[in-house]
């Protein structure tokens, strides 16, 4: 299985997303059978390392940041079983691109997962570039809580077998 995980400029949602996610696979014995990835709608970072704030709050809680900014591609569409998008205007712009209904189909939103979301409305993992450093913490503490969820998912349709 593979999962790639998509915000703007792929410095600090996704990769955040992406490093919690491949952790708690790896906690669940999983990390060999599903790959995860990141990637930006935006061109703006691509090369770069995560923001240094985003690293640092997911360092704290023992997780390590390691990608590096791409780009989101059409290609992707093929190359992802789930595409994980951090907000709604992050869907749009993937949507607007998705060459078929096969493909639209793999695009969800992260926060699908989170327990404390609370309907549609709440389902935006908010860009916390411009914003202090408990605007990491919050923005970590959902995609925590959103991955956990996933990996349960995942562990009991995909790998249900895993567990015994």
């Not at 990835?37 to 997780?63: K, L, Q």
């Not at 590096?68 to 992050?90: C, G, P, S, T, Y």
């Not at 609370?118 to 450093?133: A, C, F, Q, T």
Request: hydrophobic share 35%; glycine share 10%; proline share 4%.
């Amino acid at each position: 299985m593979r999962i790639l995980c998509v915000c703007l400029g792929n410095i600090c949602r996704s990769p955040t997303a992406e490093g919690v996610l491949r952790h708690r696979l790896r906690e669940a014995g999983l990390g060999e059978d599903v790959d995860v990835e990141s990637a930006g709608t935006g061109g703006w970072h691509v090369g770069h390392r995560p923001d240094e704030r985003a690293s640092a709050a997911a360092s704290a809680r023992g997780i390590t940041l390691e990608s590096r900014a791409q780009r989101f591609e059409v290609d992707h569409f093929d190359d992802f079983d789930l595409i994980l998008a951090m907000d709604r205007q992050n869907l749009a712009d993937m949507r607007a691109l998705a060459p078929h209904a096969d493909a639209e189909g793999k695009l969800r939103m992260l926060r699908e997962w989170d327990p404390e979301a609370r309907g549609d409305s709440d389902l935006d993992v908010p860009d916390p570039y411009y914003g202090g450093e408990q605007g990491f913490e919050d923005v970590l503490d959902m995609i925590e809580r959103s991955c956990d969820a996933l990996v349960e998912e995942i562990l009991a349709t995909r790998f249900p077998g895993s567990r015994d």
